[in-house]
């Protein structure tokens, strides 16, 4: 009945001397998994000409078949990575993504030399949506066995330079020629969100300048599309522009295919879902190893999310004090990660995993067993690498399963796949089995060698590896050079005498297999072999390592491979939302018509203010649901307001890359984690107007924010809140400070005033050219589309008085330069932003009506400034001029009451005009009055509740509330200090812990992100 009656037994060794031909295969007596959830104990699987022609627990055998007896083993349907980059398949080392916006911080020419790069038909460089992976697509044999020794059978070949980096494929994984081996060449296109400083001049140096460009590719290429199909149904009409970039993109505007965004965080991941659900399009999302900090928002967004399994090293410094500039952050991100697939399916989200970032695929095992370890289940594993992956890429009919008429992608393991001590044996691509031999990797952690000690710690920050080599008897370690990673070894330089040989430079390649290191020595043509293994860490005499590794030796042997964790809190929130709150016998500065109440009482309810008076009842029907705070003694005012703000901004607060932004978004990137946002909430800050930078004539869109600590982005912005738009003149947008310099234009004066006139006219006729489309569309006639930019339509808007104009501008002749332009368009300027000399011209700012967002006391920083004087606002108030005091300054806004205090000193201001000028009055600038800015009914429960005279440098804010919800308690906040330094030294404990265990180590990256002020974002890198 069986061809010979041949069984070919599967033993340690191989089992064949290499690949299996098609044709007729029983796979006999295994344990199958036909599909995530389904097994069968004893099954077969009939494979004729590379397809799978029947699976089952008693499937007839035909005669003609070769028999494979896997009795002992499982078999599971190949795996399936929807993302894995071209460098990575060619064999070269993984590029680590930028950790920055890409851009100098002072806004200058900062690019460095790199090699040339492909150049793109789009007028901004790295845009390449036209590319295709496939004629670049190149298959390292190594890259390919190693994939293959894991279980994968099919990868999706990603563009991996660039904004819009092309086109991805699906191929599969056997020696076919590639013609053979494509199964999709069409699978996404491929988004970065990650600023490109290698891209070129003109190419976006914010995280908003990429998401902007974003937008506007798609419209442009859904405009074309529409353009194309109207000029059609009218012959001899002259055809419109047409870019490769918006053709390549008409799968994307058409649902064809997703755009799929490289996120580097879970702030990119929901910038680029909101981004791609404006759009109307499809997206796929790769990355997001922290999806878990803003749970409830990834849940509501339902992304097809492919996340990584890169969890960071276990953190290790070199002195036990440098602990103290790590971070809680940082802490807390190498902790949770690992369980962050499983929070995610906690969710109820279907997501597939990649080997996207690992700086080697042979680390991917170790990352999946940790996975597991903090409760990802095996089905959620396999099915994130089998049966999901294939739907994301449309490809649900061909991978991810065992079934009939599918091809043969098969993974023949001992064991239970990807866990601790299991071993593919073979792995089957359309029908062809390769065998898989033991598999070495790029060694991690410390080692001994013939007495010496070898330490290989991997640099996050960086993506590098370097190599520590203590040789015997020495004290200190040597570090090696040029080190570089490959798949599955790491080499390096050394000094042969550091490894027992003859002095002088040798080159040595490391391979780790299992508990083993190989070392390869060569010097010249001499190549001598060297063998050790993996030593735990000596923990230094007197550290905190050597008080864990006691502990840990008295304690019980290991921790638990299980650590499965709930879903852990917010990064803040509210500490009391009660229906109501008043606060009674407080002094009440209301900034309203009721002035000042020596002592007053304030009823917030429903988180609108309901009354405040010198005697207030609580309503009967809500008086048990009413928090009482005692206010005797204390004073209360509103929530304070900056009006000029860079607060909360994931990235670069300027775009660079062009002198006019107008079509970037504050809104794009906001950053809730920012801990800004809570240090001044603590110096009763409620609201904050957040801008783009100045480094552009005409800048990006506002945003005005509540502080809501411990909110998603999307609850950030104040709603109804008119929009308004950056602008400026003077030294920043002419580059006078910019470090290196620049050639863009403007550079004068008179250039910035006449770009500025440049773009409104451009703006104007825009609008002209979309009314008289509509006027056609009304007649009945079919005209092609006027083509979308959002950079006019938003400065049209401008000229329509729908947003607002709040331009920076220092000196008097700018000042009257900028009115002057505005005039010309009947348009009017909201406020000027700094405004230092503005005293010189208040009568002609009164009479444009505009208002001024002024300095308090700056002074001298630079030339534009050196006329400012400290009475400039109490003399504009005199001329009529609505007058704020702003920050410009995270530092600054934490005590904008003292700012506020300054106006008594140099203007003799009363106390409640000179508090004005950071509430009411930057309310009014902002046109959001009608909420925020005084304590009258019917306004949002923004106050804060002081310690004294809100004017005193004694004073402390003790509360900050925002709509009924208190965001800020001085005592709480101290209360908490300990907990969260108990919290630091346990997970400190807990690194080092692991590291001594040798568990793979690195120095912990700093916080990137970046001060926000007036020298950071206004001066230098506005």
Known sequence: MLRASLVLLLGASAQLAGAAPPGVWALTNARVVPAPGRVLERGTILVRDG?????????????????????????????????????????????????????????????????????????????RPERSALPELVLSPEVRRTLRSLGFTAVAAVPDDGLFRGQAAVVSLGERPLAESVLSPSAGQV????????????????????????????????????????????????????????????????????LVFETQDVLSLLEAGRLSRELGVAARFVGALDAWRLAREVRELRPDLVLSLAFPAVPSVDDDDDWLDVPLETLRAWDRAPSNPRWMRDLGLQVAFTTHGLPDLSDLPARVAKARGRGLSAEDLLAGLTTVPARMLGLSQQLGEIAPGRPANLVVVEGRLLETGARVVETWVDGVAYPVAARSAAPSGRYRVEGLELEFRREPSTGSTSVLVTPPSAETAERATSVSRQEGALAFDADGAWLGLAPGPVRVTARATGESLDLTVARGAERVRKRGERAPRAPRPGTAEEAVEAETSRAAPEAPDSDVRPLPSRHGGPLAEPKGVLVRGAEVFTQGPQGTLPKGDLLVVDGKVAA?????????????????????????????????????????????????????RILDVLDPFDPNLYRELAGGLTTAHVLHGSANTIGGQDAVLKLKWGEGPASLPVPGAPPGIKMAMGENPRGANWRGGRDRFPRTRMGVAALLRERFAAAREYRRKQQDEAASRALGEDPVPVRPDPELEAIAEVLEGTRRIHAHAYVKQEILDLLRACEEEGVKVATLQHALDAYKVADEIAAHGAGASVFSDWWAYKLEVFDAIPWNAPLLLTRGVLVSYNSDSDELARRMNLEAAKAVKYGGLSREAALSLVTSSPARQLGVEGRVGSLEPGKDGDFVLWSGDPLDTGTVCLETWIEGKRLFDRKADLAARAHLAAEKADLVARAVREASRGEETSSPARSRRPERGCLDAEEAAE
């Not at 806004?107 to 789009?122: A, F, H, I, K, V």
């Not at 309503?619 to 909360?648: K, M, R, Y």
């Open 51 to 127: 397809l799978v022609e029947a699976v089952g627990a008693s499937v007839p055998v035909p005669a003609e078949a070769t028999v494979l007896d896997l009795r002992g083993k499982t078999v599971y349907p190949g795996l399936v990575d929807a993302h894995v980059t071209l460098s990575r398949l060619a064999g070269k080392a993984p590029e680590r993504p930028d950790e920055d916006d890409g851009s100098d911080p002072s806004g200058g020419s900062s690019r460095q030399e790199t090699p040339e790069r492909p150049s793109s038909s789009y007028p901004v460089p790295g845009v």
């Open 191 to 258: 988004v970065s969100l990650a600023p490109d400083r290698r891209a070129g001049e003109g190419a976006p140096t914010s995280r908003m300048g990429t998401l902007a460009l974003a937008r506007r590719l798609v419209k442009e290429a859904r405009w074309s599309a529409e353009a194309e199909a109207a000029a059609a149904r009218s012959p001899g009409r002259r055809r419109p522009d047409r870019q490769p970039a918006w053709r390549a993109l008409g799968g994307v505007v058409s649902g064809a295919e997703p």
């Open 612 to 664: 405040v008076g010198p005697s207030v009842e609580v309503p009967p029907l809500i008086s048990s649901s009413v928090l009482v705070v005692d206010g005797t003694g204390l004073a209360v005012t509103p929530g304070l307001v900056d009006a000029h703000s860079h607060t909360a901004v994931d990235g670069n607060v300027n775009e660079t890359g062009r002198n006019v932004s107008a079509e970037t």
